[in-house]
């Protein structure tokens, strides 16, 4: 049993701010949530945090963590064009390996920031299932899937086999997911038919929906509907569906989206950074969509840090409405935390509460930028760095400590990056 004794604690529930409080972790679950008191326990460890403020961990609903490998490569264009030219090109090269690697580099930038739990779909996915299972994050992995074909039954066997392989696995770290790119990278009858699947094995479909202008241009000249509406036609929301992006939607879509209990992953600074558009985030929250936050790949944004993600959702919210009271400090770390980890197919996940996984994050209340301290969420929300975490305690294990990752070597993981990057860029 781990205690978590005397910090402020930010618990997201009806409990409030506990200041003072202490957590006790009896194996991946939270015991004990309330004021500081004395034990009869002989505690394995026992973390002062009477200098720390004391949160769930936040959930990253859209990234692909591999894609550290290609951050800065391609800055500055659209992303159709990102793709095409640059993107593709270099993926064609990447070895199983140099996705695990990458793969490990993103967990280490998302833990450091406070990130506890991802939602990743790329391609040799058995590469970033070894790296989360090894650093001992939380993850919803899927085998990103394309299909210029009708139907690619070939692609579908093998994201079946992923799904069979790496479900509900690592200690129930690890879930996964089918996860067709786009409309406009898959047949309309192959995502009829990966949804049907997900749908008969109980998992989630992860996806990219209504991200630029000219996805939606192209499909309804093809279709004569946008890709939400058509999709509905062949049933594709029946599974849960956790979608990113949703720049652009008419009303018709939204009353889909909300019917359907869609999950939107909101990537804001990667819309912004590929010139793609902003989400009318006011509009969503009026209709009750279930809102989560992702960073989406560092070649898009270019950082894991979610926080940065959070903020802009938050003052785009601000900005759009011309309403400051809209989406408060509160709200935004729970749609960060606890409706994340919804939409990504975690339960009793991201809150402080008895009987919660204990995804906990540690952040000094010394940071210069955390002082004075007035008020808690707003300081989290709307002042925090993203290395201002210290400590950092993934399904009961503490993963991080003093800054210090304990469960790999991240001076050895650095080492491969530098000489990994080397081969792929020379080459292209
Ligand atoms: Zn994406």
Redesign the pocket.
Known sequence: MILVKGGTLLTLTEQGIIDAGDIVIDGSRIFYIGNSKNYDIKFDEVIDASNFFVMPGFVNT???LAMVLMRGAADDIALHKWLNDVIFPIESRLTPEDVYFGSLLALIESIKSGVTTVADFYFHMESSAKAVQEIGARANLGLGLTSKFDMDTVKLKLAEKFVSRYNDTADGRILASFAPHSPYTCTLKFLKAVSKRAKEMGVLVHT?LHETEKEIIDFKKLYGKTPIQRLEKEGFFEAKVNT?HCVFLDEEDYKILKENNVGVAL?PQ?NLKLGSGIPDIPKMLERGLSLGI?T??AASNNNLALIEDMRLVSFLAKGISKNPELLSAEQLLRMATVQGAKNIGFENLGLLKKGFLADIILIDKQNANLMPNTNPYSLIAYSMYPGNVDTVIINGKVVMRNKKILTIDEKAVKKEISKLAHRIFIKS
């Open positions: 859209h990234t692909h990219h990113a990537n990667s992702g989406d790949g």
